[in-house]
């Protein structure tokens, strides 16, 4: 069984990309510049755009984050989208999400700018990516190839069953694993009203778990010697932890571990890499790499 170190594989990600930056800044081009806005004080989110404003630091990114209370109103809200994307020195940019509920999501979403939607949630990215096309890449999906690609993980013809159905992560895996240039798989997506969802488990080379139901995946739903990817984060309560909360993943850790050929582990698996994918669409929003 081999370890899938997500920690290390960010780190070393986030290298490369400081190294590109400077490749960049030294033939007179311009820094990426990374912007996030964040409505009220949600601890999960303060958390995550802390560490993708730190992230950006460590790849030699300028960032900006910019804040609203959280009785911030949707067209105040739209505006500032708007200020962002005629901004000529803003590459690309986020709104962190959940949104307070009188805020439409879906509005704010597609508001953004497709050209500068480093989080791949407008429709145009989703879309792009569904046929095939060029697009920037939603984080967990992004990261989850990179993740199977440096380990040099085997994905073309096997089977590979997804478990979720989610916008973020189970409906775009989906698409990625069985297209031809990325996973090339066979895929079947199960979700909670699979009635074969167990045996579909048992036959599968590839296992992604994305339902945010802690230890679902046991060991007799695992065939030996298959890869399981736990995208699992839920958020326990742990009274040994100075948080007071712990995070599980979807995957019973201790039993699937030694029937796998590769796992990663929660922490320290997919979700370092997450804010890692950010940075590489930052990077490809700086260079133009997508859309010009
Ligand atoms: N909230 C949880 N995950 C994400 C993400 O990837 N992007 C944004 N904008 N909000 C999130």
Known sequence: MQLID?????????????????????????????????????????TYVAAKVKACGECGFKSSLIRFDSDVTEEDLLNKVQELNDDP?????????????HISEQKVIEAIDYRKDVDGFHPINVGRMAIGLPAFISATPRGILELLRRY????????????????????PMAQLMMQKQFGDATVTVCHSRSKTLKEECQE????????????FVTADMVKEGATVIDVGTTR??????KSGFRL?????????????????????????????SLMQNTLLAGERAIYK
């Open 6 to 46: 997500g920690k290390a594989t960010a780190m070393a990600i986030k290298q490369e990309i400081a190294q590109r930056v400077k490749e960049i800044v030294a033939n007179g081009g311009k820094q990426p510049h990374l912007a996030a806005i964040l409505v009220g004080h949600d601890g999960g989110s303060e």
């Open 89 to 101: 020195d803003v590459d690309g940019f986020i709104v962190q999400l959940p949104l307070p509920r």
């Open 152 to 171: 040099n993980i085997e994905t073309s013809g096997k089977k590979c069953v997804i478990l979720g159905r989610s916008n973020i992560v189970g409906k």
């Open 204 to 215: 599968a080379d590839i296992i992604i778990a994305a339902i945010g139901q802690p230890g």
């Open 236 to 241: 326990v309560p742990d009274a040994t932890k």
């Open 248 to 276: 599980s993943g979807d995957v019973k850790f201790d039993e699937v571990a030694p029937k796998c050929a590769y796992i990663t582990p929660v922490p320290g698996g997919v979700g370092p890499m997450t804010i890692c």
